[in-house]
Nanobody, 125 residues
Framework: QVQLVESGGGLVQAGGSLRLLCTAS????????VGWFRQAPGKEREFVGA????????YYADSVKGRFTISRDNAKNTVYLQMNSLKSEDTAVYYC??????????????????WGQGTQVTVSS
């Protein structure tokens, strides 16, 4: 069983930065992909980005490419989502998720088995 805890959300002005953390308890991420998703009020949950723990390959939605960066710290069993140049449209609850996923399956939230509780990110314009 993997438990995920997100932190780092908050209120920031447009153009600012935030860093979200996703820390796993118990079993490590070693065989998993870790994804970040977000959901704004009245909208579907959407893919933000993901990292394959083994190898460290990263993938991003077009809407965040060049602004957001996902990284990992093996020793801390933590995945980071660095968000720069934030826009009002980035406002949402952000979730991290983990699962044994390969290929294009990482873009679909239903393929992830474990989820964090979510953290609110609000970008004021």
């Amino acid at each position: 069983q993997v438990q995920l805890v997100e932190s780092g959300g908050g209120l920031v002005q447009a153009g600012g930065s935030l860093r979200l953390l996703c820390t796993a308890s118990a079993r490590t991420f070693s065989t998993y992909a870790v994804g970040w998703f977000r959901q704004a009020p009245g909208k579907e949950r959407e893919f933000v980005g993901a990292i394959f723990w083994r190898g460290g390959s990263t993938y991003y939605a077009d809407s965040v490419k060049g602004r957001f960066t996902i990284s990992r710290d093996n020793a801390k069993n933590t995945v980071y989502l660095q968000m720069n140049s934030l826009k009002s449209e980035d406002t949402a609850v952000y979730y991290c998720a983990a699962g044994s996923i390969s290929g294009t399956s990482l873009y679909t939230h239903a393929n992830y088995r474990y989820w964090g509780q979510g953290t609110q990110v609000t970008v004021s314009s």
